[in-house]
């Protein structure tokens, strides 16, 4: 059984960094896309930043040049590196991964269980 397991979130002072990690763990033959989504009550989820199998690495307008996504292929597991954090910054950040499940056989997205972000001003 595939899971997505998250570390790392908590609280932060603004200006202050955190970094969350997130392992992909159980019967997995590859990842494609790797990424990290965020969402605060009545919001919709929103997505911060994705990191593809071939290096490429995608930001939300709001996160440029602030958060850093990694990963670590012979770890299964993808990083979000958060600088200069924002008070707005404040919410769950959920893991999310395109894979290959060895017991299915079948591409789907998975998801961790979401880790609180909370940036105080």
């Known amino acids: 059984q595939v899971q997505l397991v998250e570390s790392g979130g908590g609280l932060a002072q603004a200006g202050g960094s955190l970094r969350l990690s997130c392992a992909a763990t159980?019967?997995?033959?590859?990842?494609?896309?790797m990424g990290w989504y965020r969402q605060t009550p009545g919001k919709q989820r929103e997505l911060v930043a994705v990191?593809?199998?071939?290096?490429?690495?995608n930001y939300a307008d709001s996160v440029k040049g602030r958060f850093t996504i990694s990963r670590d292929n012979a770890k299964n597991t993808v990083y979000l590196q958060m600088n200069s954090l924002k008070p707005e910054d404040t919410a769950v950040y959920y893991c999310?991964?395109?894979?290959?499940?060895?017991?299915?056989?079948?591409?789907?997205?998975?998801w961790g269980q979401g880790t609180q972000v909370t940036v105080s001003s």
């Open positions: 159980g019967s997995i033959f590859s990842i494609n896309d």
């Open positions: 990191s593809t199998s071939g290096g490429t690495t």
């Open positions: 999310t991964a395109h894979l290959l499940s060895a017991v299915t056989v079948t591409f789907r997205d998975y």
